[in-house]
């Protein structure tokens, strides 16, 4: 079993470290020559650059294709805004990779000054509760009815609003979360994943 | 803390401020004066903009105290892309620190570029939610700007000349520095210590894990996509380009030319094709060429 990580900008090196960690063999994903993998993960990092290089580097068509025949993925935040089949408040050149069924609004949360660390309990996953850092995340503002949700935070909005929004959705072999549990060490969302393949 | 017992959503924490520098790896931050630029910058794939109020080659060769730029020029940057906004305030001027918290900017680099305010203290960066990125000519200096709280440390190079080796020589010091600090034994960390005039905690953790315990970027000098691949095999983990992107004669090609080669700085094929007709790089200065040495500031 080989995991693909696509390394083109964002934390892949945290991703890469946590397979290590979980002794899976893993691939830096730069070129389509390099898709020839069991799954993908889409890290976190800067949507709209990740998006450009997608394009430039010929990854797009090939990966969108694979992702369509069935190809395994987990994104974290920029990841969740790629793979998601509709983006509020994207650019509208933004790349999507149509593979899960919800919307989601960029920097849903706000700027820097409302990145948050919180912690979560998350369905299906035992241990305790899942520590998780929330940076510029992007909002889940709709899910479809073929979509599991599998965490939720309950979060106060500029607008005084306090919402329960999703940050962990699944649908068929898609994880997606609008957090980074590769910053902190945390493996059970990519063995959930790896359970997937 | 014990994450375990946390319930609230926290903010400004060190992980919170430590991981928006994380989703920048690997990508381009540039220096941008107005809301046009700033979409120039986001068009060709830059991670976040730098606001200022004149790109360091103008500060050079203009002369005059470099200050903070004006909020007004910030809120229309913000309002126009969508990708972090980072804005320049004075070394020590933690006024100027304080207005753009209030301004909500995503990050605030404490910059030699800028006249400093202070000749003897940096801001106490842990005092604000906000965090900031700080200039290192060398390890100590790196480690000092750590324990004041920056949660990003950038080689200062020499800003404004187009000219890469300075970049080069503190990306090297630093990262030298790192590869002997690992081989020290455990009595040989307090010597370190005393001769980085560095915080012996903070000595002893990078002795152990190599690296820095927040990222470590380039900045200072870098013109073209060959000096973007440069520096990130020499280790660094992402590049700022000041004055070099549009004091050049095709701004937006150059930009995206150098977002291209940071991604793939292994690559030289992807270098070859993205360095060919990128028109007039800015104009270099030659290191003895120069009055001021804006990396000599900073303490």
């Known amino acids: ?197 | 803390m014990d994450h375990t017992e946390l319930s609230a959503n926290v903010t400004g924490g060190s992980s919170v401020k430590r991981g928006l520098a994380e989703m920048l790896r690997g990508g381009v931050i540039m220096d941008v004066v107005n809301a046009e630029q700033a979409k120039i910058a986001e068009d060709a794939g830059a991670v976040a903009v730098m606001a200022l109020e004149r790109v360091p080659a103008d500060i050079r060769r203009e002369g005059g105290v470099a200050r903070m730029s004006d909020p007004f020029l910030i809120e229309e940057i913000q309002r126009t892309v969508t990708i972090p906004v980072m804005a320049k305030a004075r070394i020590g001027h933690f006024a100027e620190a304080q207005i753009l918290q209030e301004l909500q900017v995503d990050y605030i680099d404490e910059s030699e570029v800028l006249t400093p305010a202070d000749e003897a203290h940096h801001v106490d960066k842990w005092k604000f939610i906000v965090p900031f990125v700080c200039g290192a000519t060398n390890l100590g200096e790196a480690l000092r700007r750590i324990s004041e709280g920056a949660a990003l440390i950038r080689s200062k190079g020499e800003a404004g000349t187009g000219n890469v080796v300075e970049a080069v020589r503190h990306l090297r010091s630093i990262i030298g520095d790192i590869r002997k600090l690992t081989q020290a034994d455990s009595a040989e960390i307090y010597s370190w210590a005393k001769s980085l005039q560095a915080p012996v905690e903070l000595v002893r953790e990078v002795a152990e894990a190599g690296k820095l315990p927040v990222p470590l970027f380039c900045a200072g000098g870098l013109a073209t996509p060959a000096d973007a691949s440069l520096v990130m095999q020499l280790g660094a983990e992402a590049v700022f380009v000041g004055s070099g992107i549009f004091k050049s004669s095709d701004p937006a090609k150059r930009a995206r030319a150098i977002v291209e080669a940071t991604t793939h700085f292994k690559e030289p094929s992807v270098l070859l094709r993205v360095s060919r007709n990128l028109g007039a790089p800015m104009v270099g200065i030659e290191m003895d060429e120069i009055e001021v040495r804006l990396a000599e500031r900073g303490w």
């Open chain 1, 1 to 197: 079993m080989r995991i693909g990580v696509l390394a083109l900008q964002g934390d892949f090196i945290s991703h890469l470290a946590i397979l290590d960690k979980l002794a899976i063999q893993s691939v830096m994903v730069k070129t389509p020559g390099d898709l020839d993998v069991d799954g993908i993960i889409i890290p976190g990092g800067e949507s709209t650059s990740i998006s450009m290089l997608l394009q430039s580097s010929g990854i797009y068509e090939p990966l969108r294709a694979l992702l369509h025949e069935g190809l395994p993925a987990f994104g974290t935040c920029a990841g969740m805004i790629l793979l998601a089949n509709s983006v509020v408040d994207g650019r509208e050149d933004q790349m999507s990779l149509d593979a899960i069924d919800i919307v989601v609004r960029r920097n849903g949360f706000g700027r820097q000054m409302a990145s948050f660390e919180t912690s979560l309990t998350v369905s299906t996953i035992e241990d305790g509760p899942m520590r998780a850092l929330f940076i510029r995340a992007p909002v889940v503002e709709k899910v479809s009815s073929e979509v599991e949700v599998l965490s939720s935070v309950t979060y106060s909005f500029a607008d005084s609003s306090d919402k329960t929004v999703p940050v962990i959705c699944r649908q068929n072999k898609v994880i997606v979360s609008s957090f980074h549990p590769e910053l902190v060490g945390e493996d059970r969302l990519h063995k959930l994943f790896l359970e997937l393949l």
